[in-house]
């Protein structure tokens, strides 16, 4: 009885019943956002979906639609074609500032190389890289283009040539260009080269160093032997849930840090020494599970031990390695010089493998076959310099003009003649160029540390560089002022004076020695700022190729070849945003 009165006042009540609202129905009736403030949220959405790599279809998100309600309720998300257009907007404004940036540097290099997307849409990536007017290095990406016809040599250098027009770059302000060993591309570059006299071609430092591994392991039997036997080892921990789990346990009971073992991938630079210098660190927490039947039967067990004659050769080839390795992440990076710095490490590659007394066969096979590789591979830097002054490498030009390598240590005598006379009859039949040096500048001869020093803490690019420590000359102080630094005579002497200062440790930052000394060098100046700022790698668009890799995901395979091209130059140029 009760329970019928209860419910009979609760159907009959004339209290109001409150139902829990939409979210959106809460906000229905606050007030409208404003236009201009609507703008800027429009902007930092744009802004989001840019630098934050986020899909266009964010908008559309449900979830992204109701925060945006929640924080300001009057404003209106637009939807994905808004977008998409501000997207283009913003790009052709983007493209337009960085043209005008462009437009005030009198050389450039740039780096050329092509990749595949998700949805097998073959790409161009093309980069930009100079030395600012405040010496310091500045790189941009110029486009990701996509390629609809063969790569063949014609058509990448003619694609090349059309990413330059779109910034309106003459080739002519091309110094370099920086690419891989494919024979498209080294077609490509002979048709540059031959179209345009300004053009050097530079061939990626890094890909040929791991040109030089891969053909020196490929013929040294023993090695290939013990890291096939490494792999094994590899791939099973990889596969085997079990086996990679009882892994980490042992390295958590032993104290060690929980390391995983690395497979190694022949397109991925360094990837052979990181697999050896891994599988040996992890040598007793491995032996550890081999021997535990629980988890490895005797069979497999016997399958995948390595015999100690193994061990010794992955010990000796992870020591063999490692200046390639080392070599390859100094000379990839963006933040200091490279190109400079090639040939004097080469060299100190070349002296590091000097074959020993107590060398076991297969090092000395290694040694041999390495150095032989460097000095065809690296042919141009160590065989008798083009008779035509013009053809002398840009990166031995580089070296000559960097404090850090300016004596030339690392080459003959006569070579160091050639290649500082090559820079002074350039600089004489140029002339000044309208280059206008602030003649105030302060004298300072010793450069400050750069970020490079960072790279080289292990100690091995220092050691590579050891033999130029040598005995280093005073500074001359002598007058350069005169009225007209590009005349023959004023050259020479400049070259002399900069040939006679001291050698800088090799990870002081060059450009601030120069930014500090312009003035007392008004023309080599112009030339160190040509070509200091090429890069020794094609590293710049590979960095394009993950950036793109991440935007044209599988939840994006089907974005449109102009709208992943904007996206990644604006996220690649967000200075400039």
């Known amino acids: 009885m009760l329970m019928q009165d209860h419910l009979c006042f609760c159907c009959c009540s004339t209290e109001p019943v409150f139902k829990q609202q939409k979210l959106n129905d809460v906000f229905v009736h606050r ?31 449900e979830a992204f639609r109701e925060l945006l309600a929640y924080v300001e309720p009057g404003y209106i998300l637009p939807g994905r074609k808004h977008f998409t257009g501000a997207v283009q907007a913003k790009y052709t404004e983007v493209r337009e500032k960085l043209s005008c940036v462009l437009s005030d540097v009198e050389h450039i290099s740039i780096t050329a190389d092509t990749w595949t997307s998700i949805a097998v849409q073959s790409y161009l990536t093309v980069t930009v890289h100079y030395v600012s007017k405040e010496w310091t290095l500045k790189s941009h990406v110029l486009g990701t283009l996509l390629l609809e016809e063969r790569h063949t040599g014609e058509h990448l250098s003619e694609w090349i040539v059309e990413m330059l027009a779109n910034f309106s770059i003459s080739p002519s302000k091309v110094v370099a260009v920086v690419h891989d060993n494919a024979s498209n591309m080294l077609s490509a570059m002979n048709i540059l080269m031959s179209t345009y006299t300004s053009i050097q071609s530079v061939r990626c430092s890094a890909h040929t160093l791991q040109l030089v591994v891969h053909s020196t392991l ?20 990889r596969r085997s849930s079990v086996a990679n789990g009882a892994l980490t346990q042992q390295q958590e009971q032993m104290n060690l840090k929980s390391l995983d073992l690395i497979q190694d991938v022949p397109t991925r630079w360094s990837s052979t020494f990181n697999m050896c210098k ?78 020993k007394a107590d060398d076991r066969d297969y090092a000395k096979s290694f040694k041999d076959t390495a150095v032989k590789a460097l000095l065809e591979r690296f042919d141009n830097m160590f065989n008798p310099l083009p008779s035509d002054p013009s053809a002398v490498p840009v990166a031995l030009r580089a070296s000559a003009l960097d404090v850090r390598f300016h004596k030339l240590k690392s080459l003959a005598g006569s070579k160091a003649k050639v290649i500082r006379a090559s820079i002074e009859s350039e600089l004489v039949a140029n002339g000044n160029g309208g280059e206008n040096v602030a003649a105030s500048a302060a004298v300072a001869h010793e450069g400050t540390q750069s970020s490079a020093g960072e790279v080289s803490a292990t100690t091995v690019v220092g050691s590579l560089l050891s033999y130029l420590s040598e005995h280093n000359h005073s500074d001359d102080e002598d007058d350069m002022t005169e009225e007209n630094a590009f005349t023959s005579r004023s050259v020479r002497r400049q070259m002399a004076t900069f040939v006679s200062q001291n050698q800088q440790p090799h990870d002081v930052d060059s450009l601030q020695w120069w930014k500090a000394n312009e003035a007392r060098f008004k023309a080599l100046a112009r030339a160190a700022r040509k070509y200091l700022g090429i890069p020794a790698t094609s590293a710049p668009s590979e960095r394009v190729f993950s950036l793109a890799g991440s935007i044209c995901n599988r939840r994006r395979a089907c974005l449109s070849p102009d709208t992943l091209d904007a996206l990644v130059f604006l996220n690649a140029n967000a200075e400039l945003l």
């Open 31 to 61: 007030q409208k956002c404003g236009k201009e403030k609507s703008q800027i949220i429009n902007g930092l959405v744009l802004n989001v979906i840019i630098k934050g790599q986020r899909p266009l279809s964010l908008v559309e998100d």
């Open 278 to 355: 891994r599988i040996l660190e992890l040598r007793l927490p491995l032996s550890m599970v081999l021997t535990n039947q629980a988890i490895i039967d005797k069979q497999k067990r016997q399958q995948l031990e390595l015999r100690s004659e193994e061990w010794t050769v992955l010990e000796t080839m992870c020591e063999l390695l490692e200046p390639f390795a080392a070599l390859t992440k100094y000379l990839e990076a963006e933040t200091y010089l490279s190109i400079s710095a090639v040939q004097p490490l080469v060299r100190g590659i070349i002296e590091a493998l000097n074959v």
């Open 218 to 237: 490929r013929e040294n039997t023993a090695a290939q032997s013990a890291l096939a036997s490494a792999r094994k080892i590899v791939e099973h921990f």
